[in-house]
């Protein structure tokens, strides 16, 4: 199957600073990836929606200028939390797939990302 | 608002035996279901989907049951192994929604030896 790796699994960082989370489709070409968020014991829950080549969009609650989205390339998505605080301290997890909003193509999700901020 | 529901949030089954995973859904829009598995710290794995024009998909030991009139869905694992313990998700999309899941809140399935 598709691979899909996240970069890093996980992170500890000081309330206040910016983190950068890399989510990369290996061996195929995604369209559009998604990025979620898990608090401990409940449901994924997306956050964003990221075409490349355009501006990704949020789900209602998310902020857009605390959670940058960025998919430059056919095979990469970023997403930077900025200024950090404990509260947004979860496991974050992207998934990608072929295809544009027309088509539908199995999700392939990455191993998540841990977040702590301090 | 919880439009997809997982009402066991675990479940104990003994080896061998049959394992029977539920979930629920209020926004009739949806028509594609999917089902999850995820250990602790990795992303979800996909295991079986469901399109809503069947009532039922098998693969292997794996077998989706879709109630379009109840909205439910249960996923069957039989026989049950260890190696099946995990947090099983169920997801669900409409094709208007650009194919965006929502999940429920998972149940984790203990297989005891």
Redesign the interface.
Known sequence: ?AV?S?HP?RVICKSGTSVKIECRSLDFQAT?M?W?RQFP??????MA?SNEGSKATYEQGVEKDKFLINHASLTLSTLTVTSAHPEDSS?Y?C?A?EGG?SS?????????T?LTVL | DQQVKQNSPSLSVQEGRISILNCDYTNSMFDYFLWYKKYPAEGPTFLISISSIKDKNEDGRFTVFLNKSAKHLSLHIVPSQPGDSAVYFCAASDAQGAQKLVFGQGTRLTINP
């Open positions: 199957g899909v996240q699994s559009t998604f979620y014991k409940q449901s994924l829950m997306l929606t496991f997890i998934s797939r909003p539908y193509n199995e999700q392939f999700f990455g191993p998540g841990r």
